[in-house]
């Protein structure tokens, strides 16, 4: 009976420790989030402070390519404000990644070169 007793605590602490290892989905919240689905950012505007970086979190299994610049209707716009951090980054299915610091006051322009017409801005105070 204490043999059994011992199993079942050993079976119990295992459980635990496994259970707080575990990850699931994206769970990534990051410094001043966006939220990406298949085809937009769920926001078109983030304002952040200077220096501050800001986290790209793909909610979706469609792959984003972030980089500076804009759409045109169906026109890519690529451009690097002054002051912008350079930007070129992969966001694989349910990943993230991060851009910045952003060390300028400003306005600075953002787009997926992939999905027509995704694009945001982030506002530097």
Not at 2 to 14: A, E
Not at 30 to 56: A, C, R, W, Y
Not at 97 to 121: A, D, E, I, Q
């Amino acid at each position: 009976m204490k043999k059994l007793f011992g199993i079942f605590i050993m079976l119990s602490l295992f459980t635990v420790i496994i259970s707080a290892c575990a990850v699931g989905g994206n769970t990534a919240t990051g410094p001043n989030p966006v939220h990406m689905d298949s085809m937009s950012f769920k926001v078109l505007s983030i304002t952040i402070k200077k220096g501050q970086v800001v986290t790209f979190i793909n909610d979706e299994v469609t792959p984003h390519t972030v980089v500076n610049g804009t759409w045109d209707d169906s026109t890519q716009k690529p451009g690097v404000e002054s002051g912008a951090p350079k930007t070129n980054i992969q966001v694989d299915g349910y990943g993230s990644g991060t851009v910045g610091p952003f060390n300028t006051s400003g306005t600075f322009k953002l787009f997926c070169t992939l999905h027509p017409g995704m694009k945001m801005t982030v506002v530097v105070k």
